[in-house]
């Protein structure tokens, strides 16, 4: 059973840090691509970083180009979401996502997300 846990959520001022964790266990979590998402209420769930399998290609969403940084630890089986000069757009349920096909250079299409963390909040007040 593929299990994904967020932790590090939490409520931080404008112009703050926070450290999204995503630990995985069930899968080769070192042979599939990583993401984090995040669903603001009355929106849609949108990806805001990405990586592949061997961290050689990144996707970033342009609103947090600069700001944010996804990184991926193989031997601990986690993926981290560096978030900085946090703005109240950032407010959000993030969610860890795991998928695409096996030891792939891209990032997986929006269809290829296949197991899903149930999200931690991330607050930011102005």
């Known amino acids: 059973q593929v299990q994904l846990v967020e932790s590090g959520g939490g409520l931080v001022q404008a112009g703050g840090s926070l450290r999204l964790s995503c630990a995985v266990s069930?899968?080769?979590?070192?042979?599939?691509?990583m993401g984090w998402f995040r669903q603001a209420p009355g929106k849609e769930r949108d990806l805001v970083a990405a990586?592949?399998?061997?961290?050689?290609?990144?996707y970033y969403a342009d609103s947090v180009k600069g700001r944010f940084t996804i990184s991926r630890d193989n031997a601990k089986n986690t993926v981290t979401l560096e978030m900085n000069s946090l703005k109240p757009d950032d407010t959000a349920i993030y969610y860890c996502?795991?998928?695409?096909?096996?030891?792939?250079?891209?990032?997986?299409?929006?269809?290829?997300?296949?197991?899903w963390g149930r999200g931690t909040q991330v607050t930011v007040s102005s």
């Open positions: 996502a795991t998928g695409g096909l096996p030891n792939t250079n891209s990032v997986p299409g929006p269809r290829e997300w296949d197991y």
């Open positions: 069930g899968r080769a979590f070192n042979s599939y691509a």
């Open positions: 990586l592949t399998w061997s961290g050689g290609s990144t």
